[in-house]
């Protein structure tokens, strides 16, 4: 543990959202004090459990769109593609079969999704809330209030584990 | 200096047309001249100057003195009457004097009513028609502009009134600004006649600006002109106003290089929805003073890069300049701004000032030029998650001209472009402290992010200390120990 908080304590802070599209599938939203987002898996997620093993990743979610395609550019990142909370940002494929689509979380424009994942999809399960990261989405001005609106905070989400775990006992 | 004397005793006494006529031919200035030999042509003879012009309107009235009943000049709009007189450059200088400016010379300033430049031009084309019944021809630059000949008039007046020289390459400057709101109207045919020199109005401005006049007038035929505008123009009821006088001195730049001791100082004022977060900044403490011992209106600081808050410059310190916009004192010697200087580095402990000095505006072209291309030095104090001993970080030591990929910090990328930036780190040194901490100094080139480097920014920066030690890094401190750009020209003090 650190004796200080890290650059993740320091100048983040930290929202979860869970069962986004399916039950259990929660992520962690990284919102730093300039209104810029990281968005992380949380550790109760499927993909982050002992056991499974990342086969692919994929950026293509439809036809007509690949997040790695997202460009952006100058100051005011002009072309970004716009995301709404649902938007996908990638396939999660296991070796198990399993497929798990990946949500924006929140509105706003993509500034990048990690391309690290694609050389190297297990950093995603050794460092999730850092070096892991899913992507960097930069709400609008006047929204950066209220994205954080219906997230829950750490200790909410916590609850809302114990709840999972004395529900299925 | 002669024909101002001369036009200025003319416009006191009123002597009649062919004394004047002589004198005009024995002036000296201007250089370009015409004769004018035919002078019986009533108010259609004008412009050699106003003052001709005055003389025949009076004398067709009656030989009564000016000031009870001249009439407004169709042609300068009362410029070379009403504002010539020694009751205006009074005025004029009481207001200069007033604003208690410090100054050696100056150079005056007057912004006519664009309107003039058309009754200008209306009577060069009749002086230029009566030259040709006489075979002579009559360029519009063989005329002494208006505007020239009020300078010469009122030069020596505001000279005497001031006690200064007047020099075109005066920092001083007074200006007065006239307007003639009866007229304005006057310019519009050339917006039809021409529309393509005449842009949209900025704001409240109006389109008719002394260029676009000027500009139109230039392409317009004669034939169109006299169309729309009367030769000669039409007497005005009101003489000119003046609108507006105004001194400024040209601004002054002072350089110097600053060090800063706190970890809680931004560079700039920190003002979030109209509340500051942090007290003071770098360049309000410098400025400070020197805003009230040079007594401007402002100031624009500027610096050769700059640190975050929680970042301490050490060293020499980092070069910057002020420039300090309409400053009302500008003459300070050697020792008075050591003087300042110090007056600075008593006032706070956060930072400390060197090299004080003036410089010219060129100057700073020079400070940020290096802030791109000289080096910076860097101590870092570095915690590693991992237990290391201190054969762990010796190998820092060996690294050279390190490559690194950054892409645009988070912390920055609300307010700048996404963007992968390439820079070295030249050398580095490392000093083991215990099994979780190192200082790390280093040399790197300008605009490397130095804290990105050590915590990695989420693997956004590559490599970083984490990646090169297989650990998870984070940066606890950071000094700027020098800025290798050797300017300003250090004093010894």
């Known amino acids: 543990m650190a004796a200080v908080p890290g650059v993740t304590e320091r100048y983040f802070t930290r929202w979860y959202k869970t069962d986004v599209g399916q039950p259990r599938e929660d992520y962690c939203i990284l919102q730093h004090s300039n209104r810029i987002c990281v968005i992380t898996l949380a550790e109760s997620h ?63 424009r993509l500034m990048e999704v990690n391309e690290n994942l694609l050389n190297n999809p297990a950093i995603l399960q050794e460092k999730p809330s850092t070096e892991g990261y899913i992507a960097v989405v930069l709400p609008k001005f006047e929204e950066s209030k209220i994205v954080t609106q219906g997230l829950l905070t750490r200790e909410e989400y916590e609850g809302i584990l114990l709840h999972r775990l004395n529900s299925s006992s | 200096m002669d024909l101002l004397r001369e036009l200025h005793d003319f416009l006191e006494n009123n002597k009649d047309k062919d004394d004047i006529l002589y004198r005009n031919e024995a002036a000296d200035p201007p250089s370009k001249r015409i004769r004018l030999e035919n002078t019986e042509e009533g108010t259609e003879d004008l412009n050699q100057n106003g003052a001709l012009q005055h003389t025949l309107v009076v004398n067709d009235g009656n030989a009564a003195p000016e000031n009870l009943t001249l ?230 600081f500027s610096s050769s890069g700059r640190e975050d808050v929680d970042v301490r410059t050490l060293g020499k310190g980092r070069p910057f300049t002020i420039e300090l916009v309409n400053p009302h004192r500008v003459q300070f010697t050697a020792e008075e701004m050591k003087g300042l200087q110090q007056k600075i580095n008593s006032s706070s402990d956060k930072i400390q000032v060197r090299d004080l000095q003036l410089v010219t505006r060129e100057a700073i072209g020079h400070m940020k030029k290096g802030e791109q291309e000289k080096t910076k030095t860097y101590s870092a104090l570095i915690w590693t998650d991992k237990s290391i001993q201190k054969e762990d970080i010796a190998f820092l030591d060996d690294v050279k001209e390190l490559k690194l990929d950054q892409k645009t910090p988070l912390r920055v990328l609300h307010r700048r472009p996404l963007a992968v930036r390439t820079r070295v780190i030249h050398t580095m040194t490392s000093e083991y402290i215990d099994e979780h901490h190192f200082r790390l100094n280093l040399k790197t080139q300008a605009g490397t992010y130095i804290k990105e480097f050590v915590h990695g920014d989420f693997g956004r920066t590559k490599p970083n200390i984490g990646s090169l030690m297989n650990t998870t890094a984070d ?19």
């Open chain 1, 46 to 108: 499927p993909v982050l459990q002992k056991g499974k093993t990342i086969k692919n990743i994929n950026y293509q979610v439809t036809a007509h769109c690949s997040r790695l395609q997202n460009k952006v550019s100058g100051k005011s990142k002009r072309g970004a593609q716009f995301l709404t909370a649902l938007a996908p940002l990638c396939r999660i494929s296991c070796s198990d079969g399993e497929e798990y689509t990946i949500h924006s979380c929140i509105r706003g």
């Open chain 2, 71 to 300: 009439t407004v000049c169709n042609v300068c709009l009362g410029v070379l009457q009403e504002f010539c007189e020694a009751d205006f450059v009074k005025k004029v200088c009481q207001n200069v004097n007033s604003a208690e400016y410090e100054f050696t010379s100056f150079v005056f300033s007057v912004s006519l009513p664009p309107q003039l430049s058309v009754r200008e031009h209306a009577a060069w084309l009749l002086v230029k028609q009566e030259m040709g019944k006489q075979g002579l021809s009559l360029a519009k630059d063989d005329i002494v502009q208006l505007k020239e000949a009020y300078k010469w008039i009122i030069h020596p007046l505001f000279s005497e009134e001031l006690g200064v020289p007047a020099d075109g390459k005066s920092l001083f400057d007074v200006s007065v600004v006239f307007a003639h709101p009866e007229t304005d109207e006057d310019c519009h045919f050339l917006a039809t006649a021409h529309p393509d020199c005449f842009k949209p109005a900025k704001k409240k401005q109006s389109v008719f600006t002394r260029m676009a006049v000027i500009k139109a007038l230039e392409k317009i035929k004669e034939e169109d002109f006299r169309k729309h505008f009367p030769c000669p123009p039409n007497a005005p009821k009101n003489f000119c106003t003046v609108v507006e006088i105004q001194c400024t001195n040209s601004a002054i730049f002072v350089a110097g290089r600053y060090n800063k001791y706190s970890r809680n100082l931004p560079q700039t004022p920190w003002i979030i929805d109209g509340k500051r977060k942090l007290e003071s900044s770098v360049e309000e403490l410098i400025s400070e003073h020197l805003m009230t011992e040079f007594k401007a209106d402002s100031f624009n």
């Open chain 2, 475 to 493: 940066i606890l401190e950071l000094d700027v120990e020098s800025v290798d750009v050797d300017w300003p020209p250090a004093l010894d003090n």
